[in-house]
């Protein structure tokens, strides 16, 4: 995906099918609301013959979704934000994979990597969080921090967001780049000890905006009472919030950006120019 996120001319697969596995919430509709707003635009984009979503936590499950795509390829995409237990176990057994490429039943199934494990979401993340400053904010001035969930159990959960944290502080433009974390140090509560300048824009690490972003980190930054109801959609990204000498943007999850659509695709395509796809004679 180009850095200044503009629509590109894109190859197509016309004989496969793009399945994309999210975790899902059988509580909260904002969970998987970006997966299937993922499926209806690379729908309308048509770059494959068939695109379906397949979840862990709700229907249609992933059995399911391959028992009714009938392309002779498949590309499975993990709609995660990082590689963990849930793409490295319970999809390939809940896919029946074999590995990066499985053949079965005349089919060929390609398992690509986790769209937030892909280089192409520095460029995401850092257009959601000027987009949230808007024009009248120098970013220079501000600090972009990166919110994620983490985790002791798996170290893997927060490289995702490490590495992001470099490369958006390694391009310059704003004048700090941090990262913090529910379940880790350091803690989202900490954000004024992680943060040096005034005027922060904090970005959630997160496919949907479930409990965590509506809920939990609301509540760890100070933006709403641990009593009082959930954070609404439709308010997230207005600010700036003004917490003592502080001021403080808050954004949707990145997994809501349009522009995920196109790190998926480039996904695919990483998978097929890394030539683990078979190739055919």
């Known amino acids: 995906m180009r ?10 697969w016309p004989g496969a099918a793009l399945v994309l596995a999210a ?3 059988s509580k909260s509709a904002g969970s998987s609301r970006p997966t299937h707003e993922l499926v209806r635009a690379l729908r309308a984009r048509g770059p494959f013959a068939e695109v379906a979503a397949a979840f862990w936590k709700e229907g249609p499950r992933p059995r399911e979704v391959l028992g009714a795509v009938r392309s002779p390829e498949v590309y499975i995409v993990p709609n995660f934000i990082s590689e963990g237990y849930f793409t490295r176990t319970v999809f390939p057994r809940e896919f029946g994979l074999e590995g990066q490429v499985t053949c079965r039943d005349g089919r060929r199934l390609y398992y690509c990597r986790p769209v937030g494990s892909h ?3 520095t460029a995401v993340l850092q257009h959601r969080a000027l987009a949230a400053l808007g024009a009248d904010q120098d970013p220079a001035d501000a600090c972009l921090l990166i919110l994620g969930h983490g985790t002791g159990r798996d170290v893997n959960s927060a490289v995702a967001i490490r590495r992001q ?4 502080g390694a391009l310059g433009l704003f004048g700090e780049v941090r990262a913090a974390f529910l379940d880790q140090e350091p803690l989202i ?3 004024r000890e992680v943060t040096a300048h005034r005027d922060v824009v904090a ?5 949907g ?13 100070g933006l709403r009472a641990p009593a009082s109801p959930p954070l609404n959609e439709d308010s997230l990204a207005r600010g700036p919030h003004h917490l003592g000498d502080r001021r403080l943007w808050y954004t949707s999850a990145i997994g809501t950006e349009p522009h995920m659509a196109d ?19």
């Open 209 to 221: 905006n479930g409990q965590h972003c509506l809920e939990d980190i609301p509540s760890a930054l």
């Open 189 to 191: 509560g900490r954000w």
């Open 3 to 12: 850095s200044d996120l503009q629509p590109e001319r894109r190859r197509a």
């Open 263 to 281: 790190v998926i695709l480039d996904l695919v395509e990483e998978f097929d120019a890394a030539e683990i796809r078979p190739q055919t004679t």
């Open 119 to 121: 280089h192409s979401m």
């Open 165 to 168: 944290v470099a490369a958006v």
């Open 23 to 25: 975790h899902g919430s």
């Open 203 to 207: 970005v959630p690490f997160f496919i």
